[in-house]
Every structure is written in C-alpha cells, then in structure tokens.
C-alpha cells in the first residue's frame, strides 16, 4: 500500500436518506473514509446496511444529502450530472456481481465502452491506441484468445474477468466492487479475486470491496463495518 498522506478518496460526514411514503429512512448517517492509492479495503455489513447507497456515492452514482467527496484532489460535491459523469469515467472503476456486461457486444467492445465514454470526442483520433489498450488489459485477465465473444458464449468467470477488465482499463484511481465474486463457484471465485487485486495493486487504485464474504475480507488489507449507517473500523 502507498502511504501517501494525501488520500485518493477523502469522504467526510456522508449522509443519505431516502422517502418512504410520508416518512424518510436514513440510511448512511455521518460516514467518514478516506482510502490511499494501493489500499485494498472490505467493506462488510447485513444486507440492507447501506453498503451499496455507500458505494453509488463514493462512485458519483448518487449525491449525498450532507457531507463533502473528494476524489483524485477533486472536490466533488456539488459537481453537476456531467461533470459527475466525466470524473466518474476518468477516475472510477466498477465491478459488480451482475457482471453488467451488454450482450450486444462483444468482449473487446465491453471494455472499450468506459473509454469511449472517457474519450469523448478525441475518441476517434484515440481509437488505435484505445483498441490496444483493451487487448492488452484482456490478455492480462487471460481472455486473449476470447476477445471476440459475446457475454452469452462466456462462462461465468470469463465474463467477470471481462467486467475487470472493463473496470481497470482506464487505470482508475479508484475501484468500487459489489460483491464481485457472488455469482461464481468458490475456485473461480478465489481465481478472479486475486486477478482483481492483483491488478488493482499493480495500477495503484485504491479498492473498496463490498462482501458478505469472511474469506474476502481476509484478503484485503483492512475492513469496515457498516452499522446503523455509520462505520466501525476494525
């Protein structure tokens, strides 16, 4: 882990809550994190916790109702819908159990999509270095001879492999993951793991990894715990 003093996302005092009916149900209350460049960190807790609004505000999915984001030495609080969405292209990779693939495309067009988005208008002139970009990243999560197949022709593991990929291409400087190896066998499970830290490490992103999983949290370098909207470091 680097120990740079300055962190890559600084989050202080993140509050969320959410109508329900003519009450409001507050679910994140005061969060505080900060996570540096090399940090693998789990975040646990029971199911409705919390830890996915966590994860959509940390990612600039969401905007929290109280509190201040930092991300990369940006303030990202009250950036507007397309600056959210141009920092989060530039800046944050994501990872889900859903995989989140588009069927319509295949594995190589997947993982150029968040370059694309990235790019904007220099995509063009970009192009031929962005398509070796996203060979290279598939080569390294051994999907080098399967680049050319849709998400249906890929088992479970290669297509998470694919979404890793995706998620890193952009060398983010940092990597948000839902429970990424929920829908995989134990063995490929572990596999895709260790190629997602692996890679995370190798790039400097800093990692929260949302599980229920005692063995994955294991394998980060710390864990918190969400409780009743707020965390608990353990």
């Known amino acids: 882990m ?4 300055t962190p890559v996302l ?3 005092g993140l509050e969320k809550s959410f109508c329900m009916g003519a009450s409001q149900l507050r679910v994140l209350r005061g969060v505080d994190l900060a996570l540096h460049s090399g940090e693998v960190c789990a975040l646990r807790g029971t199911s409705g916790s919390g830890k996915s609004t966590l994860l959509h505000l940390l990612g600039l999915l969401d905007t929290t109702d109280v509190g201040s984001l930092h991300l990369a030495g940006l303030d990202c609080t009250k950036l507007g819908r397309t600056a959210a969405a141009r920092q989060r292209a530039k800046q944050v990779g994501f990872v889900f159990q859903q995989f989140q693939l588009l069927p319509e495309l295949d594995a190589l067009q997947n993982v150029l999509m968040p370059r694309r988005l990235a790019c904007g208008w220099s995509w063009w002139s970009r192009r031929r270095d962005e398509y ?3 060979k290279q990243i598939l080569s390294k999560v051994g999907l080098s001879e399967r680049m050319s197949h849709r998400p249906t022709q890929l088992s ?3 297509q998470q492999r694919v979404a890793v990929a995706r998620a890193l291409v952009s060398k983010p400087a940092l990597l948000l993951a839902d429970e990424p190896t929920g829908n995989l066998d134990t063995q490929t499970g572990n596999d ?3 190629l997602l830290l692996g890679l995370a490490r190798e790039q400097g992103a800093a990692v929260l990894l949302a599980t229920h999983s005692r063995s994955l949290a294991d394998a980060c370098d710390r864990e918190i715990l969400l409780v009743d909207g707020k965390l608990e470091m353990l």
């Open 10 to 12: 600084d989050a202080r």
């Open 192 to 194: 895709v793991l260790a």
């Open 156 to 158: 479970g593991g290669e």
């Open 132 to 134: 070796a970009r996203a």
């Open 2 to 5: 680097n120990n740079s003093t």
